[in-house]
């Protein structure tokens, strides 16, 4: 499967005209028109695909569980829950699928990320990343220079959205990072790094 996911859209339902269905393209994330919730969508769309691909889900109920999660966005959700945290909320199968999916991609994986304390200048100085990482699970773990910034998230399919996301996001910014880096976060460390990143006393 082609690792270059900004372009691909999930096939399961037969109209186009469907926001589900509808492509996400770099094209439209550099032009920062897409809200932190339209992003969460992009990267479910895609993570849904790949695990019907991989026969992970099935076809017939893939749409509906998407339909849902759709829903769900609408509603107050805990911080950091991404649509494999919806997939999958047994914990072997949460790993078993992240494994699957960086199989595609092969993101280095940090073992060592909930031990890395929040960028909370970073946080402060862009608010705007704080709904987006609450929504689409993720966390910056790197800020602490201008040359390079890094993401990570449990769901590996969601680094060349995020990508697109913050280029179009900071390119206004002197300090606009040169170099942008997601990894993945093993599932069993993502809910201190949840902890960690989404206190209330950091400010997100």
């Given at each position: 499967?082609?690792?270059?996911?900004?372009?691909?859209?999930?096939?399961?339902?037969?109209?186009?005209?469907?926001?589900?269905?509808?492509?996400?393209?770099?094209?439209?994330?550099?032009?920062?028109?897409?809200?932190?919730?339209?992003?969460?969508?992009?990267?479910?769309?895609?993570?849904?695909?790949?695990?019907?691909?991989?026969?992970?889900?099935?076809?017939?109920?893939?749409?509906?569980?998407?339909?849902?999660?759709n829903y769900n966005l609408n509603?107050?959700?805990?911080?950091?829950?991404?649509?494999?945290?919806?997939?999958?909320?047994?914990?072997?199968?949460?790993?078993?699928?992240?494994?699957?999916?960086?199989?595609?991609?092969?993101?280095?994986?940090?073992?060592?990320?909930?031990?890395?304390?929040?960028?909370?200048?970073?946080?402060?100085?862009?608010?705007?990343?704080?709904?987006?990482?609450?929504?689409?699970?993720?966390?910056?773990?790197?800020?602490a220079t201008p040359a390079t910034?890094?993401?990570?998230?449990?769901?590996?399919?969601?680094?060349?959205?995020?990508?697109?996301?913050?280029?179009?996001?900071?390119?206004?910014?002197?300090?606009?990072?040169?170099?942008?880096?997601?990894?993945?976060?093993?599932?069993?460390?993502?809910?201190?790094?949840?902890?960690?990143?989404?206190?209330?006393?950091?400010?997100?």
């Amino acid at each position: 499967m082609n690792a270059k996911v900004g372009t691909r859209y999930l096939k399961l339902n037969g109209s186009g005209e469907s926001p589900l269905t509808r492509p996400l393209c770099f094209g439209d994330v550099f032009a920062g028109q897409v809200s932190p919730r339209d992003l969460a969508m992009a990267i479910a769309s895609r993570t849904v695909d790949a695990l019907v691909e991989s026969e992970m889900l099935e076809r017939t109920s893939a749409q509906e569980l998407l339909l849902r999660y759709n829903y769900n966005l609408n509603e107050p959700q805990p911080a950091g829950q991404s649509i494999l945290h919806f997939l999958f909320p047994d914990e072997y199968k949460l790993a078993l699928a992240v494994r699957r999916l960086n199989s595609q991609v092969q993101l280095h994986v940090w073992e060592m990320a909930h031990r890395i304390g929040p960028p909370r200048s970073f946080y402060a100085a862009h608010p705007d990343f704080i709904e987006t990482c609450k929504l689409c699970g993720a966390v910056v773990l790197d800020a602490a220079t201008p040359a390079t910034l890094t993401t990570g998230t449990i769901n590996p399919l969601a680094a060349d959205f995020l990508r697109g996301w913050i280029q179009s996001t900071l390119e206004k910014d002197p300090a606009c990072p040169r170099f942008l880096f997601n990894v993945v976060i093993p599932p069993q460390h993502w809910p201190a790094v949840v902890r960690a990143h989404f206190r209330t006393d950091h400010g997100i």
